[in-house]
Nanobody
Framework: QVQLVESGGGLVQAGGSLRLSCAAS????????MGWFRQAPGKEREFVAG???????TYYADSVKGRFTISRDNAATVSLQMNSLKPEETAVYYC????????????????WGQGTQVTVSS
């Protein structure tokens, strides 16, 4: 059974940083891409960043380029380092997995975590 478990969310002031982690289990993810999405209240879920497990290509939404960094910590954990956070980035952040390459489309992702809340105060 595949499981993705996010952690690291919380409350931070505008301009601050948070590091989210996604622990993956239940299968070998070497041929998978991992993505981070977020959904703010009343808005659609949107792509934030993605990484292929091997060889580690990364891709970012324009809105987070230069501030967020996605990485593979080990064989089973993907992280999202978020710097210079803005109040409008308050959302539930989700980790997701799909076979092969990174895409922006949430419907392409096969597995999802339960989400972790990030709140950025002004």
């Amino acid at each position: 059974q595949v499981q993705l478990v996010e952690s690291g969310g919380g409350l931070v002031q505008a301009g601050g940083s948070l590091r989210l982690s996604c622990a993956a289990s239940g299968r070998t993810f070497s041929s998978y891409a991992m993505g981070w999405f977020r959904q703010a209240p009343g808005k659609e879920r949107e792509f934030v960043a993605g990484i292929t497990w091997s060889p580690g290509y990364t891709y970012y939404a324009d809105s987070v380029k230069g501030r967020f960094t996605i990485s593979r910590d080990n064989a089973a954990t993907v992280s999202l380092q978020m710097n210079s956070l803005k109040p409008e980035e308050t959302a539930v952040y989700y980790c997701a997995a799909k076979r092969y390459g990174i895409t922006y489309r949430q419907n392409d992702y096969e597995y999802w975590g339960q989400g972790t809340q990030v709140t950025v105060s002004s």
